[in-house]
């Protein structure tokens, strides 16, 4: 697709630009790269890291030349925060799809919930998600996984660097991750659950951090819009 001119004011964002967003929920990824591209017409536009719709929080999207800096801004570690819902599973590993094989948890204690995250910190081997968008022999699983195919997917290495319990309501357990790329923190969820004995699912998540980009440095895609139409008046 050709470059078509813009607007002089946006000149900056055509060489390229590091924007940092965050993210509303029930957005993709792609929503805000496309909705970005539209308000700007700018043509070279694209995000360094997907975030599932059901999650909030910080997406990098870089315009023009910052465009060869997306898979440096996707190798950096990650922070996340959100809750995991004990004593139930569901087969997306979060609630894009119903909950189901409740279980009990009124036995487990504090003690035991925070005592369960040892065995995922550090370097750990990992199985994604069937419902994501990997890519076997050319297409992502999760349409495999939709129509009821089996897939398997092989356990890859990730790193935990942190994995904190910050308040228990059961059977809400609130959490705070930092991890390397590469890592579903849905998997991270549907294995804490198996490890406790009563499943669980990612209930609310949000990226907090990438490398040393802060989400509290962030815009709403609101107040971007209002910037660009600032700058275009």
């Not at 490890?195 to 951090?209: D, F, I, N």
Request: hydrophobic share 35%; charged share 25%.
């Amino acid at each position: 697709m050709k470059q078509k001119e813009i607007h002089p004011a946006l000149q900056p964002y055509l060489e390229g630009q590091a924007i940092l967003i965050d993210k509303p929920i029930d957005w993709t990824s792609f929503d805000v790269v496309r909705k970005i591209r539209n308000i700007t017409r700018i043509v070279k536009v694209g995000h360094a890291g997907t975030l599932d719709p059901l999650a909030t929080g910080l997406l990098i999207v870089c315009t023009g030349k910052y465009t060869k800096k997306i898979n440096e801004y996707m190798g950096m570690e990650k922070e996340y925060t959100g809750t995991f819902t004990l004593g139930a599973t569901t087969p997306t590993y979060d609630l894009e799809s119903e909950p189901v094989n409740f279980c009990d948890t009124n036995h487990l204690s504090e003690s035991q919930i925070k005592e369960a995250t040892k065995k995922f910190t550090g370097p750990i081997m990992q199985v994604p998600p069937i419902h994501s968008a990997i890519k076997q022999e050319g297409k992502p699983v999760y349409l495999a996984a939709r129509k009821g195919i089996d897939v398997v997917l092989e356990p890859r290495p990730v790193t935990i660097h942190a994995f904190e319990i910050e308040k228990i309501e059961m059977p809400v357990v609130h959490f705070r991750v930092v991890c390397s790329t590469g890592t579903y923190i849905r998997s991270l969820a549907n294995d804490f659950g198996k490890a406790l004995g009563v499943g669980a699912y990612m209930s609310s998540l949000r990226r907090t951090r990438i490398g040393h980009f802060q989400v509290s440095a962030a815009e709403s895609m609101e107040s971007f819009e209002a910037k660009i139409e600032q700058l275009k008046a």
